[in-house]
């Protein structure tokens, strides 16, 4: 039973297979394989195979002799195929060569009807149309020769007379159509010209610039130099413009603003035949503008021509106007930004004069307003950046020319000169920092020695560098000494130099005598009380300026004081301008050297250097303080400190009177002060009466000095009053006259009256033993044991003293 099944399932699974696609028996398969007779299935498909195989073999059998006598028919058939294409061909080449003969004749008829025809159209036609022709070759070669006037008159003729009578053909519709576009091309073209014609001149600008004030400045040193052509209609040489005979591209039909080239012709008024000088103008051809103008004017776009212009003119100027950012390193780049502006200006100047309303005098002027202020700011701040009074003083040479060239020209120039006047303050400070250096130079180089002179060529050197006059100098024979060191004449001469560079950057400002020498002595003023008299108190505040450099700056400083009327008397020779004028300003001579100057610090080191000096020695001093005697000399130090104040004072005397006396009763006030603190110094805790003895000698060696008078000048024993209140002190305690101080003290007539009862006190208790281990006094006799018993009583007087005179 199972087997039957299986047979009847393997059935259903071959038919499936027949019947189903390929791709889909795999499921089929499968299920035969899963089964457990599948070997018995493989028999099965087997046998159907070859039952398959017999039907097909059976079907090629049954159709085979059917197939083989359709390929004999077929084999029949190409045969005669052949020969029927053969007979066809030959058929169809014997009817083309017949009628190959007929066909040409035919051909040739055509053409001889067609071209009789079309000979005869094309006259008539061409006789029409041959003025059209002739008209546009004729605009066509004016326009290849950059005609463009005469090829606006063309068009005008061929649109208006030639093309109507023509007719209506395509050529001459093409013509109508193509006449405004020719009139945009030639307004397009001569634009072009014109943007050539504007780089040209921009490019162009700094030669003309240069030309022009090259022009200018031949002009001035004419005028100068032939006063006779100056009077004769304000110059001898004038610039005017001119247009020249020569028609331009040799077009004799060019309109005249064709033909002008726009040259500047410098001519002399005075000698026709001299030879001419070349205009700046002559660099460019100025031909593009007029020929533009002209025909913007025909297009009736004269004034789309005119803003066009102006809009680029003002654009290069802009641009002309922007100087370099290192235009201030040297001369050339300030040259090149003015012959800029000058080319400009002078290429306005002359389209203002050779056309018609192109450009009119308020735009110029408008202009001229923008570069103005422009430029001199520019001026402003580039100058600030320079430190060199030659490049600022050629600087200045440089702007008066670019002013004169440009009021040649018409321009208003007040404002240039205005800055000027401002540059030349700026010029100053130049000046001031450049000779401060000079000054300190001259300073550092000299010996502060006075001049000694061996012959007489050498005196008279020196003199005529300096003027110097001391009639009893000139008495004594050579060799002598000038009482100033090279300091002076050096700084005499360096005044003199700063002055002609003042006076030089005055030149050619249209300033009056007046203002040339204000502006002088204000400049000289600021270098004598500000430059010259600070490098002067920094030569004196160095730390190894000696007294005999500081005595020989103040009798320099003196000698120069006494030389500035003669400065005075140099600046009104060179300005012409009397020095007793009121309105002329003074030189501050005295307060630069004597006044709150150099003279007086210079003083203030000598006394300040005294007492340094005095200081020295007395840290030389070396007391024995319990000495119990007086050596009945005057201590070394002192002597050594007595003989150096001889000898320095000895020194002072070319100083003027009242500074040495100055000094000296400094020195002597000094001395006695410096005494005094040496005596009461909290270090010296006891003095013996030998010790102050010692003292009172020493203090005596100082009043023999003031009262010996090292310095003359003085009256009676003014100078003792220095050492009073050291002296009243020790007669004090040298006398022991303690009644009298006490009995008299607070009254004017008082012996004692400079003797403070505090210093007293102090003095007092570093004479007595206030420690009981080092008693001074313990192994004394009885009277000095009366002695201390006084000191103590006295002691206590002066603290009652001190005591009610502050209740």
């Known amino acids: 039973m199972a087997s039957v099944e ?17 791709n889909c028996i795999g499921p089929t398969l499968r299920s035969v394989y899963d089964g457990q007779a599948h070997g018995f299935f493989m028999e099965k ?18 159709h085979f002799q059917g197939f083989v006598d359709s390929i004999t028919e077929l084999l029949k058939v190409r045969a005669e195929a052949q020969k029927l294409k053969s007979q066809v061909t030959d058929t169809n080449s014997r009817l083309q060569d017949d009628g190959k003969v007929i066909l040409t004749t ?8 067609v071209q009789q025809r079309n000979i005869a159209t094309t006259v008539e036609k061409l006789t029409r149309c041959l003025p059209v022709l002739q008209m546009y070759s004729k605009l066509q070669e004016q326009m290849k020769a950059k005609r463009y006037y005469p090829a606006l008159r063309t068009l005008e003729q061929l649109e208006q007379r030639c093309l109507p009578q023509a007719g209506e053909y395509r050529f001459c519709a093409i013509m109508a159509e193509n006449i405004p576009r020719l009139r945009v091309r030639i307004r397009d073209v001569s634009m072009s010209d014109l943007k050539d014609f504007l780089e040209s001149i921009r490019k162009h600008s700094d030669k003309i610039g240069e030309t022009a004030m090259k022009q200018a400045q031949a002009q001035d040193q004419r005028s100068l130099n032939s006063a006779g ?6 110059s001898g040489r004038r610039v005017r413009k001119v247009s020249p005979s020569t028609e331009l591209d040799g077009q004799s039909s060019s309109p005249l603003s064709e033909q002008d080239s ?106 001229w307003e923008m570069a103005l202020s422009k430029s001199i700011a520019a001026l402003r701040t580039h100058s600030s950046y320079c430190t060199d009074p030659d490049l600022v003083l050629d600087l200045k040479n440089l702007i008066v020319l670019f002013a004169d060239t440009l009021q040649g020209y018409g321009f208003t120039v007040n404002q240039l000169f205005d800055m000027l006047l401002e540059m030349r303050d700026q010029y100053g400070e130049i000046l001031l920092k450049k000779w401060a250096m000079s000054f300190r130079q001259i300073l550092d180089q000299d010996n502060y020695s006075p001049i000694p002179v061996a012959t007489p060529e050498e005196y008279h050197s020196i003199i005529s560098q300096f003027p110097f006059q001391d009639p009893e100098l000139d ?80 009798i320099n400083t003196t000698h120069l004081e006494q030389s500035c009327h003669y400065l005075e008397e140099f600046i009104s020779n060179i300005t012409s301008v009397l020095p007793d004028n009121m309105n002329a300003t003074k030189l501050y001579g005295t307060s630069t050297f004597k006044v709150s100057g150099a003279r007086s610090l210079a003083e203030e080191e000598i006394y300040t250097k005294l007492n340094q000096k005095i200081d020295q020695f007395l840290q030389l001093a070396d007391y024995d303080w319990m000495a119990t005697q007086a050596a009945g000399q ?21 100083l003027p009177g009242k500074v040495a006396q100055t000094a000296c009763m400094s020195a002597c006030k000094h001395l006695s002060t410096s005494l005094l603190q040496l005596l009461l110094e909290a270090d010296v ?56 101080y006490l009995a008299d003290y607070g009254r004017p007539t008082c012996k004692y009256l400079r003797v403070n009862p505090h210093t007293a006190l102090v003095l007092l208790e570093k004479m007595k033993d206030t420690s009981r281990k080092n008693n001074m006094f313990s192994q004394f006799r009885k009277n000095e044991r009366d002695k201390q018993k006084l000191i103590d009583t006295v002691v206590k007087q002066l603290r009652n003293l001190i005591s009610s005179h502050q209740s």
């Open 6 to 22: 299986a047979a009847a399932e393997h059935e259903r699974i071959l038919r499936e297979i027949e019947s189903t696609d390929t």
């Open 475 to 554: 008495k004594t024979p050579f060799p002598k000494k000038l009482p100033f060191s090279e300091f002076v004449p050096k700084v005499y001469c360096q005044l003199k130099e700063f002055i002609y560079a003042c006076l030089k950057f005055s030149e050619d400002l249209h300033l009056s005598s007046t203002e040339i020498d204000d502006m002088i002595r204000k400049s000289t003023n600021l270098l004598l009380t500000r430059t010259l008299s600070n490098c002067l108190q920094y030569a004196i505040k160095k730390k190894n300026v000696g007294l005999a450099e500081l005595v020989q700056v103040i």
């Open 106 to 113: 035919m051909e040739e008829l055509t053409q001889c009807r």
């Open 634 to 654: 005057a201590s070394d130090y002192l002597s050594d400190l007595i003989a150096f104040l001889c000898s320095t004072f000895a020194v002072f005397t070319h």
């Open 229 to 234: 052509l100056q009077q004769r209609g304000g």
């Open 685 to 740: 805790r006891q003095v013996s009466m030998g010790a102050l003895q010692q003292f009172n000698v020493d203090a005596e060696g100082g009043e023999r000095f003031a009262r010996a008078g090292p310095v003359p000048g003085f009256q009676g024993d003014t100078l003792l009053l220095a050492f009073i209140d050291l002296r009243q002190l020790l007669d004090l305690f040298t006398q022991w006259d303690w009644s009298t």
């Open 45 to 62: 498909l087997e046998g159907r195979i070859r039952n398959h195989d017999r039907e097909i073999e059976k079907m090629c059998n049954h």
């Open 262 to 367: 726009g040259i500047l012709d410098v001519e002399d008024e005075e000698d026709d035949e001299e030879e001419e000088v070349p205009g700046a103008q002559e660099l460019v051809d100025f031909s593009p503008v007029y020929r533009c103008l002209h025909i913007y004017t025909v297009l009736g776009a004269r004034d789309t021509f005119e803003s066009y212009y102006r809009k680029q003119r003002r654009k290069q100027a802009r641009l002309v106007l922007q100087p370099h950012s290192n235009m201030h390193e040297t001369l050339e780049g300030y040259r090149r930004y003015f012959n800029q502006i000058v080319g400009f200006f002078v290429v306005e100047d002359h389209v203002l004069h050779t056309t018609q309303g192109l450009v009119n005098r308020a735009y110029v002027e408008e202009l």
